[in-house]
């Protein structure tokens, strides 16, 4: 009898787990002892950092998307059937079809979501570029901005925990190359007492605010957004004023998850090292969808899937599995325009970013391209 | 029925302790408690700082061999 592989979710992570597996085991599914499904909530492949770039015309839509199938290894089964509820104790996820899977090995990759309505004002009063309508919205708004007070507001918790940062210094030089600085006030808020989640990162990033002129407020955590009066307020009683206001939205994991009752805010308790959902053997899970105390981040998602694809190897090669994640994160680090840095860190080492530079910058503009070589399983 | 929620952000260089803390607050009932360890002795000053402003109830703050262990209340 086969063994059944079956990922839920068709993004980065799932969609890098299915093929790095699919690469190593021809041989088995060639001969049916194991098949491979991947269920998707959406035909196209959204190649998500790629976002970043839409708001100043940098990046074409064509380039972030390509077809789901096109992307998977053609030995992979494919379903746009978004999942209803996952059932870890029968082994089975049923779908928006009716459909049921049923599986031996099941990968959790259903990402995380932005939560605009949780916020008072904010789907209306503000702009993001972590999805396309918001993304082509901010573009439409640039466009016509002529000056004023901007707001770069962070909110907890959020994916690309660089993208703050990265959206501030490149909108500072594109309002540069548009002549609007000194019509321009630059105000950026975060959730915490420091500029950025890493301490390093915040330590380079302050006198780069600070020699720019970008205002900061830390310890901010929004409460509300009056469109109208076109304020934004923070828990800690601050209001500041904008014309155009930027957010990061809060995220939560996906409907699914909680509607399973497999972990509250859509964040599955996962097991830092094997990656296996706390209280399964035959569950792993990967990116945005753990509750992992680690970066929410498309490199997080490719190191994880890279250590779940060799541990089903092995399991289906040759009965076990011993490799474990060690927390590794890479992140780009966009500073303008022109230059870039990057982090890496994982669980024993701390960040320690390299000084900006324009190659950098180059490197992440190749990788926008090569990533299509990633979700393939084959970079 | 209200419940303390433990994170476990040993080693979590990004987010980090007070990231966490403030997003497992955001899932939580008030009333409900949330203990975060942390292997960063900053947090030790970051969480109560960060409380005080906001209006949330600090437990307790014990250092452990090599960790802290920080319980906040949320009040509102």
């Known amino acids: 009898m086969a063994k059944k592989l079956l990922i839920v979710g068709s993004g980065m992570g799932g969609t890098i787990v299915a093929n790095g597996v699919a690469r190593q085991i021809g041989g088995l599914l060639r001969t049916g002892e194991v098949n491979i499904t991947v269920i998707g909530n959406t035909p196209m492949h959204l190649y998500q950092p790629g976002l970043l770039y839409v708001p100043f015309g940098r990046i074409h839509e064509s380039e972030l998307f390509r077809e789901q199938t096109r992307v998977l290894d053609r030995r992979i089964n494919f379903h746009v059937d978004p999942a209803k509820h996952i059932d870890v104790e029968k082994n089975r996820v049923t779908a928006q079809s009716g459909r049921v899977y049923d599986y031996d090995y099941l990968v959790i990759a259903t990402g995380s979501r932005l939560m605009t309505g949780v916020i008072p004002g904010m789907a209306e009063g503000a702009h993001w570029f972590y999805d396309l309508e918001g993304a082509r919205k901010l573009r439409t708004a640039l466009a016509s901005f002529a000056g004023g007070k901007i707001v770069i507001n962070a909110n907890a918790p959020h994916k690309c925990p660089v993208a703050p940062l990265e959206i501030t210094f490149m909108l500072y030089d594109y309002l540069r190359n548009r002549g609007l600085l000194d019509k321009t006030e630059f105000t950026y808020t975060y959730p915490i007492g420091r500029i950025h989640a890493l301490e390093p990162v915040a330590h380079w990033a302050k006198p780069e605010f600070e020699k720019l002129g970008i205002k900061y407020e830390t310890f901010f955590n929004t409460s509300a957004i009056d469109p109208q009066k076109k304020e934004i307020s923070s828990e800690e009683g601050v209001t500041l004023p904008y014309d155009l206001l930027i957010t990061i939205p809060p995220h939560q994991g996906s409907q699914v998850i909680e509607d399973s009752n497999l972990g509250k805010g859509g964040w599955v308790p996962t097991n830092r090292t094997t990656l296996q959902r706390e209280g399964s053997t035959n569950v792993f899970v990967v990116g945005d969808t753990t509750n992992i105390p680690i970066s929410k981040a498309g490199s997080t998602a490719h190191f994880e899937a890279d250590t779940v694809i060799e541990n089903l190897v092995s399991i289906f090669k040759e009965g076990s599995w011993s490799r474990l994640y060690d927390g590794k994160v890479y992140c780009f680090v966009e500073t303008g325009m022109t230059t870039g840095t990057y982090v890496w860190f994982n669980y024993e080492t701390p960040p320690n970013p390299t000084p900006p530079s324009q190659m950098i910058h180059w490197f992440k503009l190749a990788y926008n391209r090569m990533y299509w070589l990633s979700a393939r399983g084959l970079l | ?76």
């Open chain 2, 1 to 76: 029925m209200t419940e303390r929620i433990t994170v476990d952000a040993r080693g979590s260089f990004c987010p980090g302790p007070l990231m966490e803390m403030i997003a497992a607050l955001k899932l939580a009932k008030v009333g409900d408690e949330v203990e975060v360890l942390s292997s960063d002795k900053g947090t030790a000053a970051d969480i109560p700082e960060w409380v005080a402003k906001v209006g949330h109830t600090l437990v307790d703050s014990t250092a452990h061999g090599g960790y802290w262990s920080l319980v906040v209340r949320k009040a509102k």
